[in-house]
């Protein structure tokens, strides 16, 4: 842009002494969040160029692409993060983030370009952008669904991005217990940050299937205190890959027999499909659906103490699955155990959670082995999610717009927030 | 195509270069116009000074086999080079042959320890290369400079980047205060 060229001193005007503006945006692309936040105080032109919604989707694709500028994210009531790069040389350490409270356990609901989708209750939901330190809370949605007698089998969530409108979207999905063991009565609703408003949309005709802990509140959706309210929606939330969400879910098949199959919803169509599965030979296995480096993947743990991962090479083509690799190590996992795969670490090697337990595990692909992978600072039963450090906006400023419940820690961030502006 | 045909480039402060034709190819932008017919006489390069020049050139060299098999295949787009990991870490394929893996490796290997040299140098020669390679559209030497100033800039104080980029602070006391105080803990 012309305005740079004319900050040149009184120097003989060597074309070279001043990079243009499209070669400044590339070299800041690259850069981490938290060196973009200090330069954005370098001048206006900077300041307006990192807020600028194309930079930052330009910087958000490109750490994608690259695998960089990755968090993993811990949850045992609190939250931890460690850059995935370090996290074996760093700590993890806690995060301070708005639904914070030493009374409640805050669950993340998801996690998508940057943004986490955390909440201490339904009533209480938040999107929450950690690198920028930047909040939007959702509006309460009631469930519509007629409520009988027995409470919802379960409530899940799934926060994914809609490029055809640029929005972001969370999904609530709540399904009922039915005339049969595999009924799917249910209400679906999705939230679309641009609107900030929920609607509800047609039903999802397939039975999720969760097996572990399904939530279980009382009538007026309040969640109790002690209740293990983190399991359900662990396992439950979906599975963003390729602009859709992804869950695993059961239909009869016989009187006794049922088989399993993924279910994914479209941000951008809004309708539900099967994706189909690759041929198993043996099919006694428990089956994870997950995401590595944006594909979507199976992980099967067979009966027989053997883990393998599938990867979707091409999304929705059936002959595009790929055995990725197969573990069989009991030391390491043992059978049916609950194994998630997390991410890719820098070097090619996949990191997977093991049933909430620390440690993690990596496998490294060269030895073809897996071993497990200690975070120092972490907690001994968590829950992982990775999160990539972006710029994109939400509205609230973290510190300063806090809930009632909250008085307290309001006024503790309000001195320091004082502090600050002093020093 | 017999012998290798030579190409008279002219940089902005009126030197004169004779290059091989298949070398200058590495560059998008005299590709074009040497496609467009500029071939035969003298080709200007208006941004380009001849101190630069022959540091692109080395690199070109390096990167004209690397071409050569690019020019087969489409256009290659803002990814990055095959280098780093990010092709293996996408997806990996079912096994490669063992033989081509292994000559594959000991090859990137020998062009990383070159990039380590080549890029060995001071703040003004990288910002001249990067405004060189950015107008002849050599997307390789633009994504190596780009990466080497990121990495240099990366953990600058904003006085600091002022003084690299030659950048007058433009906020009033007050404008500044505001910006520094709302990421005071980037500077944590």
Not at chain 2, 2 to 31: N, Q, W
Not at chain 2, 71 to 90: A, P, Q, V
Not at chain 2, 124 to 146: E, H, P, R, S
Request: proline content about 5%; some cysteine; glycine content about 4%.
């Amino acid at each position: 842009m012309a305005e740079f060229t004319e900050k040149i001193t009184e120097e003989e005007a060597i074309p070279t002494k001043n990079l243009p503006e499209v070669l400044i945006a590339d070299i800041l692309s690259r850069l981490p969040v938290k060196s973009l936040l200090k330069f954005r105080c370098v001048c206006k032109t900077w300041c307006a160029l990192i807020a600028d919604p194309a930079f930052v989707k330009e910087h958000l694709n490109r750490s994608l692409a690259s695998n960089s500028n990755l968090s993993l994210i811990f949850r045992r009531c609190a939250l931890f993060s460690v850059d995935l790069d370090t996290c074996e040389q760093r700590a993890a350490v806690e995060l301070d983030h708005p639904l914070k409270s030493p009374h409640l356990a805050t669950e993340v609901l998801g996690s998508c370009n940057g943004l986490l989708c955390i909440s201490n209750s339904d009533e209480d939901i938040l999107l929450w952008n950690p690198s920028i330190r930047r909040h939007h809370k959702l509006p309460i949605t009631p469930i519509e669904f007629p409520v009988r007698f027995d409470s919802p089998r379960l409530i899940v969530y799934g926060l994914g991005y809609d490029p055809t409108t640029d929005d972001y979207k969370l999904v609530r999905v709540v399904q009922f217990y039915g005339d049969s063991e595999y009924s799917c009565d249910s209400e679906v609703k999705v939230y679309s940050l641009r609107t900030n408003s929920w609607r509800r949309i047609r039903d999802m005709p397939y039975h999720l299937s969760y097996e572990r802990g399904f939530g279980v509140l009382n009538n007026s959706w309040r969640k109790i205190r002690d209740m293990p309210y983190h399991l359900s929606y662990k396992r439950g939330y979906g599975v963003l890959a390729n602009y859709a969400l992804h869950w695993v879910a059961m239909r009869e098949t016989g009187r006794d027999t049922a088989s399993t199959f993924i279910v994914s919803f479209d941000l951008q169509d809004e309708y539900y499909r099967e994706i189909p599965l690759p041929d198993f030979v043996d099919d006694e296995f428990h089956m994870t659906v997950g995401v590595l480096g944006g594909q979507l993947c199976l992980l099967c743990n067979f009966f027989r103490v053997r883990v393998e991962v599938w990867v979707m090479k091409e999304y929705g083509v059936r002959d595009s699955w790929l055995k990725q690799f197969s573990i069989e190590q009991p030391d390491v996992i043992s059978s049916f155990m609950f194994v998630r795969p997390i991410c890719y670490s820098k070097n090619g090697d996949v990191i997977l959670d093991k049933d909430s337990e620390a440690p993690l595990l990596l496998y490294d692909s060269l030895r073809e082995r897996v071993r497990n992978l200690r975070i120092r600072g972490a907690p001994d039963r968590m829950e992982t999610e990775i999160c990539v450090g972006s710029l994109v906006p939400l509205n609230a400023k973290d510190g300063t717009e806090q809930p009632a419940m909250m008085k307290k820690h309001r006024k503790h961030k309000k001195r320091r927030f004082m502090e600050q502006r002093a020093g | 195509m017999a012998s290798p045909k030579v190409i008279v480039l002219r940089t902005c402060d009126g030197e004169t270069f004779e290059v091989d034709e298949s070398v200058v190819y590495v560059s998008e932008t005299i590709k074009n116009m040497i496609e467009d017919g500029c071939g035969d006489g003298v080709i200007p390069l208006p941004n380009v000074s001849s101190k630069i020049f022959p540091k692109v050139i080395e690199y070109c060299k390096k990167h004209v086999s690397d071409f050569e098999s690019l020019k087969k295949t489409s256009n290659g787009d803002e990814k990055e080079k095959d280098k780093d990991d990010d092709s293996s870490k996408k997806g990996k394929e079912a096994v490669p042959d063992v033989e081509e893996d292994a000559e594959e490796k000991a090859r990137v290997e020998e062009l990383k320890e070159w990039e380590t040299t080549y890029m060995d140098i001071d703040q003004q020669v990288l910002f001249d290369l990067l405004q060189a390679a950015n107008y002849l559209n050599i997307k390789g030497l633009l994504l190596m400079a780009a990466e080497k100033a990121a990495s240099m800039i990366r953990g600058k104080t904003p006085e600091q980047i002022r003084e690299t980029f030659n950048i007058k602070n433009d906020f009033t006391p007050e404008e500044y205060e505001e910006v520094r105080r709302e990421n005071a803990w980037a500077f944590e």
